[in-house]
């Protein structure tokens, strides 16, 4: 466990990163890129969804990481309260505007998926209230983080909220499977083979969220350097000010 803490250290965050960011970087673009025309472009047509099922490669890993982005934020969150470790709390805090993102493409993509599906854009259905509700919860997230100017107290707060956010995170997960109303479906990925979807569309969709995955995690990475830079840029600002006093 030592050497975990250690990796984790700034400096040696930094150092490594460096080197590994290209690489996760790549592997991203090409695995995204693969399973997004894999899907879009070498699937049938559902028999009875016709073309607008392949909204699914988008609309599925987006939805995925919206919620698991939230997870690794509450994680990193609980590693500050209790260990103080700075990078944890810049880790989260790095997280949160891709988690937005990823849960605005998920309304969005269910959505215009929706329309033509259920007749409506919208429906105050379990899943997606839920959902909206997380949404809220990034962006209080962010608006905290910007709101205080001490880093530690913003890292305490944000990390409260997170722990609270997380109830959200998993009603978004569970919710078709918590209240039987509502026009979400259930699960498309799963592992009992009659509600997963045909292979057809099965290999592509674990190839696209792979590279959803692998996407976040690129740029969570690239996102926790700028903020490990800012710390520091800060912290040598305060020194000026100090010595110019």
């Not at 109830?167 to 109303?181: G, I, K, M, P, T």
């Amino acid at each position: 466990m030592a050497s975990i803490w250690e990796w984790a250290n700034p400096r040696k965050f930094m150092n490594w990163t460096d080197r590994a960011l290209p690489v996760i970087a790549g592997l991203a673009a090409v695995v995204l890129s693969v399973g997004l025309v894999w899907g879009f472009f070498f699937t049938p047509d559902d028999y009875r969804q016709g073309s607008t099922v392949k909204i699914f490669y988008l609309h599925v890993p987006a939805a995925m990481m919206a919620i698991n982005i939230w997870v690794m934020m509450l994680v990193t969150s609980l590693i500050w309260l209790f260990r103080r470790h700075h990078v944890s709390a810049l880790a989260a805090k790095a997280a949160a505007p891709i988690g937005m993102v990823m849960t605005l493409i998920a309304l969005v993509t269910g959505a215009i998926w929706g329309k033509p599906m259920w007749g409506t854009y919208w429906e105050w259905d379990p899943r997606l209230t839920s959902f909206l509700i997380l949404l809220l919860f990034y962006i209080g997230y962010m608006a905290l983080w910007e709101a205080l100017e001490n880093p530690d107290t913003a890292a305490d707060l944000t990390a409260v909220l997170c722990v609270v956010g997380s109830v959200f995170a998993l009603l978004s997960r569970y919710a078709v499977l918590f209240w039987n109303q509502g026009l979400h479906q259930g699960a498309s990925l799963s592992l009992d083979k009659e509600e997963n979807v045909s292979d057809i569309y099965f290999y592509p969709a674990l190839v696209a969220i792979a590279g959803f995955v692998l996407l976040f995690v690129a740029l969570v990475l690239l996102r926790t350097r700028t903020e490990i830079r800012n710390r520091r840029l800060q912290a040598l600002e305060m020194r000026e000010r100090m010595q110019g006093q």
